[in-house]
């Protein structure tokens, strides 16, 4: 097992930011009138604050589904659960954002929202990456690099695929009211379905199936940037 040191530490705090601001960074570049520096950093920390309350969602889910029946114990591959899991983590980067910025009057045009929730997303993400390389701290630093860069290209794009469907959902209701819950509705089952979906193709495919799984997510990715054209275009009619 590998010697821990106080280099290794920094490397996973390292490994757990710099994926999510990196992305962070990109992300903002499609807002045409950047949100104030003070909201986005809140945002960003108020998402990395949900993940202890999505981990103990999803431990209660778990030990739920066990005194059911409906999932042995130790077995965490079953479909059922991951789909509440990923359920659990969609709606609490929903709802905080919904707290933090979209019922504020920060959010002043359509595009805010994708911003917003892609903001909440990443910094879910960045304290998630953080706790997987914590896990493997005894692995070295190579093995943690080769996480990190999993995380960087999967997990973390993932977050943000999920959380900019969401987003683009809520901004096509942006100059039409009425149809508000409907499309925040149908935001939350298509970013749990795919969430669900990477989640399902990793465990079941295993190594083998990461080129395909992360191929699929860089796609939403091309995706996700023409849907970010499109909410900048739009008007009050």
Do not use: C
């Not at 979209?102 to 002043?108: E, F, G, I, N, P």
């Not at 794009?157 to 969401?166: F, K, N, Q, R, S």
């Not at 992360?214 to 275009?233: G, H, N, P, R, Y």
């Amino acid at each position: 097992m590998a010697q821990i040191t106080p280099l290794t530490i920094a490397g996973v705090i390292l490994g757990g930011f710099l994926p999510a601001l990196l992305w962070l960074w990109f992300w903002l570049k499609e807002d045409p009138h950047p949100e104030p520096r003070r909201t986005l950093v809140m945002s960003f920390l108020l998402g990395m604050a949900a993940v202890p309350v999505a981990l103990l969602l999803e431990y209660v889910l778990y030990r739920t589904l066990a005194k059911l029946g409906a999932v042995r114990a130790g077995e965490f591959s079953n479909l059922f659960l991951l789909f509440g899991w990923a359920f659990i983590e969609e709606g609490m980067k929903l709802l905080t954002a919904w707290w933090a910025d979209l019922k504020r009057s920060v959010y002043d045009e359509p595009v805010d929202a994708m911003i917003y929730l892609i903001t909440v997303a990443l910094g879910f993400s960045a304290l998630e990456n953080m706790l997987f390389l914590t896990n493997g701290l005894g692995d070295g630093a190579l093995q943690n690099l080769v996480t990190a860069n999993l995380r960087f290209f999967g997990a973390t794009l993932l977050h943000t695929v999920t959380a900019g469907a969401m987003g683009a959902a809520i901004a096509f209701s942006f100059f039409h009211k009425e149809h508000r819950w409907k499309n925040i509705l149908g935001g939350v089952i298509l970013a749990t379905g795919l969430h669900w979906a990477f989640n399902a193709l990793i465990m079941k495919s295993g190594p083998s199936g990461l080129l395909q799984t992360f191929s699929a997510v860089w796609a939403l990715v091309i995706v996700l940037i023409f849907i970010f054209e499109k909410v900048k275009k739009l008007r009050a009619s």
